[in-house]
């Protein structure tokens, strides 16, 4: 594992326990199979029973609701591991805990609580989180999907959604919609779809050369029909998705670091094994410089995210900050990756290396949850005051 | 069913490993430290034992400082119900001043099956645990790759060389357990947190005389590279002729 900064003296005995679980987990559950699922497009499924007896959907939520309870470390670190897996293994934790199990928790009623969080912790229910659609990504406040309130007290929904991870495998999906009028931002709230209502479809959406190992899908609600008690009744406005989405996002600078690791250590590896010119590759200064470059971005991402942690911990983490741990985390594993693909010459091209999936899954990475462009857009209203965006 | 495991900690077997300066033990800097393989099968099938009868209370004891501790919650984290740590400052060398130790706890502790790992990864003695037999006298099996109980009886089943025997035997009994009865567990999230909140109780030990020391470690010469003899079928008399006059295998 790499740990050149000795960061592990920096974890309690706890937050390393947790690492090293989902650690082993993953070296024997998703790295044998994960090349194959990749190449033949499809989401290991059958790991999620496994991932939820080992808890880790909705790891940070408290163990009332059937969670474990952890800390925020703990969770990153959770993170970390999956994608050192696979960017599509992680990304079905993260909208699992913080795209649908943390609006129930932060949004939710007790019943919905109750109904939803322990079920979704044992993996018996599965969820996706609707909002970007498709002439609405990095400005989802012009979202066109409307909910209108029935007379009777039910909520009709129409409208499209895209991009939407376990769309095709959840049984509930959280829909941001307008309940006010295709203009108003403050009227949008969230609503527990179930997938098998009438009306709403999900497709597969096909040819993706990215996250092949994750299910993506489209989908379309028309007409649908659900009961007053489907609304997430504390959430309100924008603000409400962009919090889910900075719990997630938090959980992606911590999961591409784990990518960037996977990527170099086998690098590292195969510069000491393979040998050209009587030596071995590692021998010669051009992939010395390859290795010294990308140890050195890592270990400033996991100094970087181990203290976004600790903040998040103590409570005062702002969504600037999750910002510039994503756009940097996620950035550099890109150039990780890439770099680790390319001094595997052509092995890396393989998919029985990492680095080339990897490389393929993190573009992905960098242009979801908030795009690169637009979180460099973030900081720089954050470091101004002027907004870019208006 | 009452079973107490005897867990030892030791450093992960896949960690390279530098002689300390004394050139008596092991540079523990860098060196990530888990139960001892042997140790953590034994945990699982104490726990296999108890989830079978529906019932049963599984102690995990270990010997040493407090970084046992760590060990011992990585125990109760995979499903044990409480923790001894006997308290000395160091483990020593000489397997029957540990089991002696080890027997003291566990007289009078009421276990019905009292199990280890067929032996310690590290120090490869495999005496704890007959050891501890002999001093509580009661029957011992080693190296069991199966074991059930029933009706206060135990059966074993150990692997031999190209056969295998089964032994039975009544309880209370010690037994140590070879790999095959099954795979320790992940410690679940939700177990390490739990872990937290189960008892782990410090009892200071008195290690009597080791008679049995390490005077010097040493690692493995460093291997030298193959050297290819010839090719095809010609090669093979200068091969089986190295075999025998060099290298001395055959």
Redesign the interface.
Known sequence: MTDFY?IDSALS??ER??RD??H??VDERVLPIIGDCYVEGRFPRGLVPELA????FG?NLP?EYGC???NNV?YGL?MQELERGDSGVRSFASVQGALVMYPIFAFGSDAQKRTYLPKMANGEIIGCFGLTEPDYGSNPAGMITMAREQSDGTWVLNGAKMWITNGSTAQVAVVWAKTNGDKDERSIRGFLVPTNSPGFTARDQKGKLSLRASDTSELVLQDVRVPADAILPKSGGLKSPLMCLTQARYGIAWGSVGAAMACYEEAASYACNRVMFGKPIGAFQLQQARLAEMLTEIVKGQLLTLHLGRLKDAGTMTPQQVSLAKRNNVSMATDVAREARRLLGANGILAEYASMRHMANLESVYTYEGTHDVHTLVLGQAITGLSAFQ | MKIAVCIKRAADMETRFKIAANGMSVDET?VKFDIADFDGFAVEAALQLKEREGAGDVTVISMGPDTVQ?TL??AL?MGADKAVQLKTDAVPADALAIARVLADELEGGGYDLMLFGRMAIDAANQSVGPMTAELLGVPCVSAASQLTIANGRGTARRELEGAADVLEFPLPAVVTIDEGIARPR????????AA?KKPLEVKPAQVGESRVKVTKMELPPERTGGRIVGEGPAAVPELVRLLQTEAKVL
């Open positions: 000795g005995e706890e326990a947790v679980s989902v082993r987990f007896s080992l808890g880790v790891a163990e474990a309870g952890l703990s959770i | 860098g760590e919650r990585k984290s992940l410690p679940s999230l939700k177990g390490i947190m937290k």
